[in-house]
């Protein structure tokens, strides 16, 4: 009965071992993951569910919720950048800039693209005006060149991201627009994974080292395979088009999400930080997640016009 007990107790403490060891293996190849990516993966992976049930509730149940929808994501976006841009020297308004930035989205889902253009102007003018205004107070006082810098900056968040993100508004209140934002999100998703995926395997040529040092140009034609893989079956049953449409979508969409991605890169670079935000956990910040998607949507939009004339 003892050489029994004992040769269970041995068998138990072996496969607590066997789980022990494949924990810690499990977690060492977690931990290169991360350190290979620059992000948590397992978070990253749960925001983006999270994040893609929402959009997909939103654009197929009431496509007036999508326009909620992104204007609660145009809105964290806009205070990320006003924040990073205030931490780094710039007196940007921020609360006025992310009330206006977001205003541009509904009057551009109500009143389509002169809508969209007029709130621009006004938000951009109104923000500057404020700043202006700011210099009543003698704590806020700068030189000439700095109040500019100021009202530039205000400019760029508005234009960089509120009016990006319109065109998705644009877009998506078009009569079928819908699907064309849904492929734009699976494109840029299936271009930034398989990018992701190949340069952490095969990446060992820089794409633009000043800029973004992880980006290789093995893990860019990573992503364009996946973008032909995903756009020609995309084209033919979700927008209609012949196979070959699938062919200019990916080619373009490729460029338009790496363009946005490295501009991002290059903004967090000039301004001495690593994410714009750090609201989703594994992925920085909304703008984070957004800088493929904002340029991209410009492209659809155009693509829809054309294939629509």
Request: hydrophobic share 55%.
């Amino acid at each position: 009965m003892r050489r029994e007990h004992r040769s269970g107790a041995e068998i138990e403490a072996q496969i607590q071992a066997q789980i022990s060891a494949a924990r810690d293996q499990i977690e060492a190849t977690r931990a290169r993951v991360n350190k290979r990516t620059g992000r948590n993966m397992a978070a990253a992976v749960g925001i983006a569910l999270v994040l893609g049930g929402a959009l997909l509730a939103s654009l197929l149940w009431v496509k007036t919720l999508f326009m909620v929808f992104a204007v609660v994501l145009i809105g964290f976006a806009l205070y990320e950048l006003a924040s990073a841009l205030r931490f780094a020297g710039r007196d940007v308004p921020r609360v006025p800039l992310v009330l206006l930035g977001c205003a541009i989205l509904p009057v551009t889902w109500y009143f389509g693209a002169a809508g969209m253009w007029w709130s621009t102007l006004g938000a951009v003018a109104i923000v500057g005006i404020v700043r202006l205004i700011e210099l009543a107070d003698p704590s806020t006082r700068t030189g000439r060149g700095d109040v500019f810098a100021d009202i530039t900056a205000g400019a760029l968040c508005i234009a960089y991201v509120a009016v990006l993100g319109g065109f998705t508004v644009l877009l998506a209140a078009q009569d079928g627009g819908q699907w064309w934002i849904l492929a734009m999100i699976v494109m840029t998703t299936v271009i930034d994974t398989g990018a992701l995926a190949v340069g952490v395997w095969l990446g060992k040529h820089k794409l633009a080292p000043r800029i973004s040092p992880g980006k290789t140009w093995e893990g860019l034609l990573g992503g364009a395979a996946f973008a032909v893989a995903a756009g020609i079956p995309l084209s033919i049953w979700m927008l209609g088009q012949e196979w070959w449409f699938g062919l200019i979508l990916a080619a373009l969409l490729v460029v338009s999400a790496t363009v946005g991605d490295l501009a991002e890169s290059l903004i967090k670079r000039d301004l001495g930080i690593k994410d714009i935000g750090s609201f989703l956990p594994g992925h920085g910040g909304f703008l984070d997640r957004l800088d493929s998607i904002l340029p991209s949507a410009v492209v659809m939009m155009a693509l829809f016009q054309v294939t629509h004339a």
